[in-house]
């Protein structure tokens, strides 16, 4: 993981996200990847808050991007790992602080993401 890496990758995640383009935002991640979050328990309880494959995520992130329709994010910091980056942010529609620790492949890609909210 390079300074400059992290850098450009989390701009480039925060513009997808903040243009609610699901398919801008799905390039950031590999076909298969995973993620953990307390979002995905609440929004789908029967995922025991993981949700497995891009096609899965799809679905999931298409409900929260409706229902937040305002979302719009400011990344506060990045910090850097050894293949991976975690996105410590604010979402500015409900004022709540957030931290995605991302895990890379080796085409540059996430392939795991654990998800942790403020209360």
Same mark, same amino acid.
């Given at each position: 993981?390079?300074?400059?890496?992290?850098?450009?990758?989390? !701009?480039?995640?925060?513009?997808?996200? @903040?243009?609610? @383009?699901?398919? +801008?935002?799905?390039?950031?991640?590999? +076909?298969?990847?995973?993620? &953990?979050?307390?979002?995905?328990?609440?929004?789908?309880? +029967?995922?025991?808050?993981?949700?497995?494959?891009?096609?899965?995520?799809?679905?999931?992130?298409?409900?929260?991007?409706?229902?937040?329709?305002?979302?719009?994010? #400011?990344?506060?910091? %990045?910090?850097?790992?050894?293949?991976?980056?975690?996105?410590?942010?604010? @979402?500015?529609?409900?004022?709540?602080?957030? *931290?995605?620790?991302?895990?890379?492949?080796? #085409? !540059?890609? *996430?392939?795991? %993401?654990? *998800?942790?909210?403020? &209360?």
């Amino acid at each position: 993981m390079t300074k400059e890496f992290a850098i450009a990758f989390s !701009g480039n995640w925060l513009a997808a996200w @903040n243009s609610h @383009n699901i398919d +801008e935002i799905l390039k950031h991640y590999s +076909e298969d990847f995973s993620i &953990e979050t307390p979002m995905a328990l609440k929004l789908f309880p +029967e995922s025991n808050g993981l949700i497995n494959g891009k096609h899965n995520i799809r679905k999931y992130w298409t409900v929260a991007l409706e229902r937040i329709p305002n979302l719009k994010f #400011e990344i506060l910091d %990045v910090l850097m790992g050894v293949s991976g980056l975690t996105i410590y942010y604010i @979402n500015l529609a409900t004022n709540k602080k957030s *931290v995605e620790i991302m895990n890379f492949n080796t #085409e !540059g890609k *996430v392939n795991k %993401v654990m *998800v942790h909210y403020a &209360e």
